[in-house]
């Protein structure tokens, strides 16, 4: 047996850890701005060709998890889409620009996923720029921590369901028109979304919506030949928690500390679950499943 050379064997990247510097940001907020910055770039990762030449559609793909994906995508072959808010221009153009870099295309789609008329738009925009649509993945989310549920408004209570939970059943219900057999659909979920969270009750009540609908989509389409999951992650260092009204600059600095790990992920530790869902060569007798990249945190569901 040849024996590998301890230069030949990469070590374990070693990620960033609590207490970061105390910061907050006024919604929804800018990887730029973060410190430190998030890893998406898994200089460790190793491409295979795994979506060569496939279309993916990658909402929140400005930043954190979204953008992690995105870039990762492109570097196994695939041209992506990526939507975002107007304000987080500055932050889409930097995953533009490292989707180009590996040689893919990438279309940038402003616009709010609150608006049932843009999630139709983003999927048509995907098929004229393409003439296809192979990987759909439903990331962008809103939240917003609360003391008490009595600090909960209505509105507040619609735009967190009509982000994290309308704009995925209509971005899947749009895509689904046009997407053939061995297409996939993956929706980002939470660990809240199986174990709740004190101060994100609706937050919590959408996540277990998106794990539910992803189960009973993936029911309806098997024999389609259409696989739908979802990614259900612990703690991740983006901008979504230091962008969080209700969470402070102190809060902030110990993000991610109680996890078993005793740090938050990296965008770039979740992003190859992604791969793995969207790669028919990895996972082409998985749906209905809910990967929990938890960082320890164990539990069914």
């Known amino acids: 047996m040849k ?9 374990p990247a070693l990620q ?38 496939k279309v993916a559609l990658v909402t929140g793909g400005d930043s954190g998890i979204g ?14 889409a990526i939507s975002y808010l107007p304000e987080e221009e500055s932050d889409a153009i930097v995953t533009r620009d490292h989707i180009h870099a590996v040689g893919r295309e990438c279309l940038m789609l402003p616009g709010d996923l609150t608006d049932a008329t843009y999630c139709d738009e983003l999927v048509e925009a995907t098929l004229k720029h393409w003439g ?13 921590r609360k003391d008490e549920l009595e600090d909960l408004s209505d509105s507040e209570l619609a735009e ?79 901008p979504l928690n230091p962008a969080d009204a209700g969470m402070t600059p102190a809060k902030v600095a110990q ?14 530790e979740l992003a190859p ?9 990895d996972s082409s007798y998985i749906t209905g499943t809910i990967l929990q990249v938890m960082g320890g945190e164990t539990s069914g569901g």
């Open 3 to 11: 024996k590998v050379a301890k230069r030949d064997m990469p070590s």
């Open 16 to 53: 960033p850890e609590p207490p970061f510097p105390r910061q907050h940001q006024k919604g929804p907020g800018l990887e730029s701005r973060l410190r430190p910055k998030p890893r998406f770039k898994a200089e460790q990762y190793l491409p295979a060709g795994k979506l060569r030449n």
């Open 67 to 80: 953008r992690a994906v995105a870039v990762m995508f492109a570097r196994e072959g695939a041209h992506v």
């Open 132 to 144: 296809s649509l192979d990987i759909l993945v439903s990331n962008a989310a809103h939240q917003n």
């Open 160 to 238: 967190t369901f009509e982000t994290n939970v309308y704009a995925y059943v209509r971005l899947a219900r749009a895509a689904l028109r046009h997407m053939q057999r061995g297409a996939v659909i993956i929706a980002t979920s939470s660990e809240t979304g199986i174990l709740g969270s004190r101060k994100l009750p609706d937050y919590s009540a959408t996540k277990g919506a998106i794990n539910a609908f992803t189960k009973s989509l993936a029911q309806d389409l098997v024999s389609k030949g259409i696989r739908v999951n979802a990614v259900a992650p612990g703690p991740v260092w983006t």
């Open 255 to 268: 993000f991610g500390s109680d996890s078993p790990m005793g740090r938050p992920a990296q965008p770039e």
């Open 273 to 281: 679950a992604y791969v793995f869902l969207a790669s028919n060569a």
